[in-house]
């Protein structure tokens, strides 16, 4: 046994975790330094097979936990960290709070994400062709990784450059994640794009993502796409309150 560990596991996937889970066999005072992803998504605990439940041992360990944030650990280590770090310090005695909560909004996670998530709406990933492209019909094409860490563009599905979206043009060697949604008619795609484009999108991307990865299966896919969709619209689709709506406006500006 060791009186002390002090480590900095390697990122890959959750390798991180399986060490850490392993230096807690060999002592019982751990300061470790990986990310917290598992930790901070608000739907890890509905998840199956998820990092939150496989590795409850750790999590019943962690006594304190400092978020370092991406644009701090990309400004520190001069690194391109696109997820939060934390120091975990990690006792016998453990005890400290982790329950993961929405980033900006409670309630918009309990009527919109969690729902399209267990599937009471169909969801973006439900019609979003990551890694094929088919331009052979109406589409907005794009990639699943969008967002500039510290940046306002962190809340996009995608570019608000409407050139990127509707050309058919990828660049040999690149974009090799681009995908499209297909749809019957140009106008539908024309919607479609602007509806990504509403502060509701941007704040249901927002509330739950924790990486450069956008997490469409908790954004949801509208029924209709023959008429445009405005934010007062989308607020009244789900029931949304006047005091969830303030919290989506004065996050997404």
Same mark, same amino acid.
């Given at each position: ?21 392993? +230096? ?50 990309? +400004? ?178």
């Amino acid at each position: 046994m060791f009186d002390h560990i002090i480590m900095n596991p390697p990122y890959d996937k959750n390798l991180h975790l399986k060490i850490l889970s392993e +230096a807690m066999k060999h002592s019982e005072d751990v300061v470790n330094l990986s990310p917290i992803r598992w930790l901070q998504d608000p739907l890890a605990e509905y998840k199956k097979n998820s990092d939150w439940k496989k590795f409850e041992d750790i999590r019943k360990r962690i006594e304190t936990l400092d978020v370092v944030s991406a644009e701090d650990a990309q +400004a520190f280590f001069g690194s391109g960290q696109y997820e939060n770090l934390g120091v975990y310090h990690l006792t016998e005695k453990g005890g400290a709070d982790l329950l993961p909560k929405p980033f900006i909004s409670q309630g918009l996670f309990d009527k919109v994400n969690l729902p399209t998530y267990q599937g009471k709406y169909k969801s973006l990933y439900d019609v979003f062709k990551e890694g094929h492209c088919d331009f052979s019909r109406p589409f907005v094409k794009f990639s699943p990784l969008q967002g500039g860490v510290g940046h306002k563009s962190w809340y996009n599905i995608m570019s608000p450059q409407k050139e990127l979206a509707f050309t058919d043009k990828v660049v040999k060697g690149k974009g090799t994640a681009l995908g499209t949604v297909n749809f019957d008619t140009q106008e539908e795609a024309e919607n479609f794009f602007a509806y990504c484009q509403t502060k509701f999108v941007k704040a249901c991307n927002g509330n739950v993502k924790t990486n450069i990865r956008w997490p469409g299966y908790a954004v949801p896919f509208m029924p209709d796409y023959t008429h445009p969709w405005t934010d007062e619209q989308l607020y009244n689709f789900f029931h949304l309150t006047e005091d969830e709506i303030k919290e989506i406006e004065k996050e997404i500006k």
